[in-house]
């Protein structure tokens, strides 16, 4: 009938995951915890393991569309922030002996248009699973994070009011936040827009993810 579906399938070479060595009080590691997850699309596969993913989007109607969007395959350390020095000497690349780890995104998006408004929103859960051999050998890890966006175009007007709110949430406080962002944008033309951003951020106090900033961008298609 009158709806609509998209898809798109991938393959792409691994992400990369970094660890954090927590001290152990005399100047040595107590152990490893993962720190976060480089997936970049880097154009060299360093442990050879590969991500397959894909999503699929329904239009049930034309101004309305939502997305369910899969990623899966291995992922494996390859650096760790702090002591160093006590790592094996040989390590090129990924760590030497260390397993690779299970990686599984999960996402939905959606998108609403209507005359000069529009509404999106999105949902990402990012699982790193545990290894129990290696030099980082850990728990897993869990990222999840979501956001939703209202913008309303002035009518006749170039400029655009945005507002959106941010959840993001992490295996570690210092860097767990909630934003609320007001932007305006101005659409020079079809192609070209400069977007100005105050970010308000409520995170851990006394760490960077608690600074509110402002932010200027131009945007140019080619």
Do not use: C
Not at 21 to 42: I, K, N, S, W
Not at 136 to 149: F, G
Not at 206 to 219: E, I, V
């Amino acid at each position: 009938g009158s709806m609509r579906a998209n898809y798109a399938v991938y393959a792409s070479n691994g992400p990369e995951i970094n660890a954090e060595a927590e001290d152990d009080g005399a100047g040595g590691v107590e152990g490893y915890e993962l720190d976060g997850v480089a997936a970049e699309g880097f154009g060299a596969d360093v442990d050879g393991e590969k991500t397959w993913g894909g999503r699929i989007g329904i239009l049930p109607i034309a101004s309305v569309e939502i997305g369910l969007s899969l990623a899966t395959g291995m992922a494996t350390v390859t650096n760790v922030e702090g002591h160093e020095g006590d790592l094996p000497p040989d390590t090129v690349g990924p760590l030497a002996g260390e397993t690779p780890r299970n990686y599984d995104v999960l996402g939905a998006d959606f998108i609403w248009f209507t005359g000069n408004m529009s509404l999106r929103a999105e949902y990402v859960k990012t699982e790193v699973g545990e290894a129990t051999t290696g030099v980082t050998a850990s728990e897993a890890a869990e990222w999840t994070t979501w956001y939703t966006q209202a913008a309303y175009r002035l009518p006749n007007t170039k400029w655009e009011g945005v507002l959106r709110y941010t959840d993001y949430d992490s295996p570690h406080a210092s860097v767990d936040q909630k934003q609320t962002a007001i932007g305006v944008n101005y659409l020079v033309s079809n192609n070209f827009i400069v977007k100005l951003t105050h970010e308000l951020n409520d995170g851990l106090d006394g760490a960077n993810s608690d600074a509110d900033r402002t932010m200027l961008q131009l945007a140019y298609g080619f």
